[in-house]
C-alpha cells in the first residue's frame, strides 16, 4: 500500500498556490477589520488578531512546501 519513496507530504503541485492565496486573503481581512478593532469594542481585537495568527500560519506552511520542494528538487539532481 505504501509507494516506498521518501517524499515529503508537499511534493503536490497545489499545496504552494492555496496556502499563498489563503495567507493573502486572513491578512487582507486582518486589514480591513483593523480598524473596527482599534475603534471599537476591545473583543473586536480578538477577531483581527485572529485573522492575522492564520495569515501567518498559513505563509509558514507556504514556506515550508516551498522548502519541501526545494529540497526534492535538488535530490532529483544528484541522481
Do not use: C, H, W
Not at 503541485?13 to 481581512?29: E, N
Not at 476591545?42 to 498559513?58: E, M, N, R, S, Y
Amino acid at each position: 500500500m505504501s509507494d516506498e519513496s521518501e517524499g515529503s507530504a508537499f511534493n503536490e503541485g497545489y499545496v504552494i498556490p492555496i496556502a499563498g492565496l489563503l495567507s493573502f486573503m486572513f491578512a487582507l481581512m486582518a486589514g480591513l477589520t483593523a480598524q473596527r478593532a482599534l475603534s471599537g469594542d476591545p473583543a473586536d481585537v480578538a477577531v483581527t488578531v485572529g485573522f492575522a495568527f492564520v495569515a501567518v500560519l498559513a505563509l509558514r506552511i507556504r514556506m515550508k512546501a516551498v522548502a519541501a520542494q526545494t529540497s526534492d528538487d535538488e535530490g532529483v539532481g544528484e541522481e
